[in-house]
Antibody, heavy 116, light 110 residues
Framework: VLLVQSGAEVKKPGESLKISCKASGYIFTNYWIGWVRQMPGKGLEWMGIIYPGDSDTRYSPSFQGQVTISVDKSITTAYLHWNNLKPSDTAIYYC??????????WGQGTLVTVSS | QSALTQPPSTSGSPGQSVTISCTGTSSDVGGYNYVSWYRQYPGKAPRLMIYEVNKRPSGVPDRFSGSKSGNTASLTVSGLQAADEADYYCSSYAGSDNWVFGGGTKLTVL
């Protein structure tokens, strides 16, 4: 089981961005995929989860309306999308396979830097 | 929902045991048996160490164990080794399709 994320991004405030998480080694539509944020020097934060089987998506209240989680099951890939990036979005973003709350395995992380 | 409460740091000598606590409420840790623990080395992605309170994924040494009493979950690392030095995070289901992490604990092996 492997999750491989897209590479680091440097963006300006107000820009949009979509990062990806490519899954392999298991039946993609049988497990939820979760996204987790880690701001510089800080702890982990649940952002939301998506079920690739039917694209059912649940957001943490802190991230509802701030990001969009989506999936393309034809290429076993999940996405995290921003429409209007802010400097406070600067963080490492991880995807992970999840079921009953456990996250395993994790992708390697995508560093997103938002700076003018 | 608020983050779960973990001690910022703890330490132990090689061979000793350390226990890291994770305190929540009856709405998260106390209400569900969906507590998991993660180890994170600097600059690396976290790794699942314990799930559903006390289950170990394949490949995790039995030196790692989990438990729960009331609103507090615990991770115990026995027979401390230098490689155990890392940040540890707990996580719990918090109802209504929400999940919450603890603030993390830095474990130092003296």
């Amino acid at each position: 089981v492997l999750l491989v994320q897209s590479g680091a991004e440097v963006k300006k405030p107000g820009e949009s961005l979509k990062i990806s998480c490519k899954a392999s080694g298991y039946i993609f539509t049988n497990y939820w995929i979760g996204w987790v944020r880690q701001m510089p020097g800080k702890g982990l934060e649940w952002m939301g989860i998506i079920y690739p089987g039917d694209s059912d998506t649940r957001y943490s209240p802190s991230f509802q309306g701030q990001v969009t989680i989506s999936v393309d099951k034809s290429i076993t890939t999940a996405y995290l999308h921003w429409n209007n990036l802010k400097p406070s979005d600067t963080a490492i973003y991880y995807c992970a396979r999840t079921a009953k709350g456990w996250l395993d395995p994790w992708g390697q992380g995508t560093l997103v830097t938002v700076s003018s | 929902q608020s983050a779960l409460t973990q001690p910022p740091s703890t330490s132990g000598s090689p061979g000793q045991s350390v226990t890291i606590s994770c305190t929540g409420t009856s709405s998260d840790v106390g209400g569900y048996n969906y507590v998991s623990w993660y180890r994170q080395y600097p600059g690396k992605a976290p790794r699942l160490m314990i799930y559903e309170v006390n289950k170990r994924p394949s490949g995790v040494p039995d030196r790692f164990s989990g438990s729960k009493s009331g609103n507090t979950a615990s991770l115990t690392v026995s027979g401390l080794q230098a490689a155990d030095e890392a940040d540890y995070y707990c996580s719990s289901y918090a109802g209504s399709d929400n999940w919450v992490f603890g603030g993390g604990t830095k474990l130092t092996v003296l």
